[in-house]
Every structure is written in structure tokens, then in C-alpha cells.
């Protein structure tokens, strides 16, 4: 079974920078669709950006032109680069991953899309 662990998060200020780092192991993340998640406190989780198993991306509006999601098969490493920063982008980020055996990624960004995920870490913004 499948193991996600992030890590990179921390403190910035706005307009500051971060790239967060999933590592994948169990399997190999070149079977997987893999999907970065965040959730605010007294919010939703909600979908930041995902990459499919063949590397097409999605993201959401807020963060597009921002954020930057990517992946190293051979590190089995997925990353999020996250350029200026905003405080409302503060949340704990989860990495999430669907096997791609189980049938068409219709919704890249749904939090249901998705059967594994990380523990998360936490990003925090300052005005």
C-alpha cells in the first residue's frame, strides 16, 4: 500500500515563497495520480493542484500563475512550489494519490478522486 509523507512547510510572509516535497513510497509513484490538497481551519479541504500519471496538470484558480505542482518518478517525489504568497494560501497542504488502475481521473481536483493521503503540512502566512 501506498505511503505519502510531506514535508517543507513553515512560517513566510506574504509575497514569500516555499516549495513543499511528498515523498512516495510503497509503490511507484508513476502509477499513481497525485494531488496536492489544503485545509484552513473551519474549512473545507479543498483541491490546490493535481498532476495526472502521464504529467497533465490542473490547478485551482487561486493559486494558478502562483503555484507550481511537479513530480520526479525517479525520486518517487512529488513537489508544490508556492510563489507569492498570500495569507489567506495559510492551511495544512496534503499530498493525496489515486491509482491510475482504477478507472478515468474525472475530477482532478475532488477530494473523493482520491483513496491515500498524508498527514499534511502546515503553511502559515504573515501580512
Known amino acids: 500500500q501506498v505511503q505519502l509523507v510531506e514535508s517543507g512547510g513553515g512560517s513566510v510572509q506574504a509575497g514569500g515563497s516555499l516549495r513543499l516535497s511528498c515523498v512516495v513510497s510503497?509503490?511507484?509513484?508513476?502509477?499513481?495520480?497525485l494531488g496536492w490538497f489544503r485545509q484552513a481551519s473551519g474549512k473545507e479541504r479543498e483541491g490546490v493542484a493535481a498532476?495526472?500519471?502521464?504529467?497533465?496538470?490542473s490547478y485551482a484558480d487561486s493559486v494558478k500563475e502562483r503555484f507550481t505542482i511537479s513530480k520526479d518518478n525517479g525520486k518517487n517525489t512529488l513537489y508544490l512550489q508556492m510563489n507569492r504568497l498570500k495569507p489567506e494560501d495559510s492551511a495544512m497542504y496534503y499530498c493525496?494519490?489515486?491509482?491510475?488502475?482504477?478507472?478515468?481521473?474525472?475530477?482532478?481536483?475532488?477530494?473523493?478522486?482520491?483513496?491515500?493521503w498524508g498527514q499534511g503540512t502546515q503553511v502559515t502566512v504573515s501580512s
Open positions: 510503497g509503490d511507484p509513484a508513476s502509477s499513481y495520480h
Open positions: 493525496a494519490a489515486r491509482f491510475a488502475g482504477w478507472g478515468y481521473l474525472n475530477s482532478p481536483l475532488a477530494r473523493n478522486e482520491y483513496g491515500y
Open positions: 498532476i495526472g500519471r502521464i504529467g497533465t496538470t
